[in-house]
């Protein structure tokens, strides 16, 4: 720790230029017993499909786990070819993961895609994507893992995060991302399913609901192009009513 605090007094005094990275002191997250990057890739891989729905089947993703802590602990692909996934998504990935974490707790599992109406104008929690700036530091190509063992933060609140928990305790969260937010949940929920890191009310305690199938309700999600559920076809997002 020292030697990291002499190099930033070093550069500080020496009038480092603007926007030089300063170095940061390693952090030690306790990512013990969560999914690690070859586990996220085999889920991912295992659980895209059809039966995903959305643009791409779930197939070109990006998945982030967190521990209790909030902090980084593997983030990887489904693919190995960068040029197959978006780049965008792995900010938000990560930030699914912190956002599902942040508010579950051993007895309520919340998923992302859960919190959509609470933050809308007019609703309860309109403003909470504000509340914990995503940190842009936490990124890397996709052969990289910039950001291990620190708190990317951000909030996201549509589909694609889900806590994680072992022997009924919360444990951290998942986030996935590179589809439609409706598929980004059912490759969320059904990696977390594969990996064995359900909520104690089982796979579905947390899934993602839809007014126009389930009825109105505060926890509900707008449909998206091409929206599965459980591998059962629920129909497309509405088109724009114009001006």
């Not at 007019?122 to 893992?145: E, K, T």
Request: glycine share 14%; with cysteine; aromatic share 8%.
């Amino acid at each position: 720790m020292r030697s990291w605090r002499l190099v930033v007094t070093l550069l500080t005094l020496a009038g480092a230029p603007a926007g030089a990275q300063v170095p940061r002191a390693p952090v030690g997250a306790d990512c013990s017993g969560l999914p690690g990057v070859a586990q996220l890739r085999q889920a991912m891989v295992a659980v895209a499909g059809p039966a995903v729905g959305g643009l791409f089947n779930g197939q070109f993703m990006w998945a982030a786990v967190v521990n209790r802590d909030g902090e980084v602990c593997a983030y990887t692909t489904s693919t190995a070819d960068p040029s197959q996934v978006w780049p965008g998504s792995q900010a938000i990935a990560k930030a699914k993961a912190y956002t599902a974490n942040a508010f579950s707790n051993n007895s309520t599992p919340l998923s992302t895609a859960q919190l959509y109406t609470f933050t809308q104008p007019g609703h309860s929690l309109w403003g909470l994507n504000q509340s914990n700036p995503f940190d842009p530091d936490a990124l890397q190509s996709p052969g990289g893992q910039a950001g291990i063992g620190r708190i990317a933060g951000g909030i996201i609140t549509f589909g694609g995060g889900v806590p994680i928990y072992r022997a009924g305790q919360i444990v951290g969260g998942l986030g996935v991302s590179g589809d439609t937010a409706c598929a980004d949940h059912e490759v969320a929920k059904g990696v977390r399913n594969v990996l064995a890191f359900n909520p104690p009310g089982g796979a579905l305690a947390d899934d993602i609901s839809y007014s126009s199938v389930d009825g109105a309700s505060v926890f509900t999600h707008p449909l998206c192009v091409n929206t599965m559920r459980n591998g059962v076809a629920l129909g497309n997002e509405l088109p724009a009513a114009g001006f």
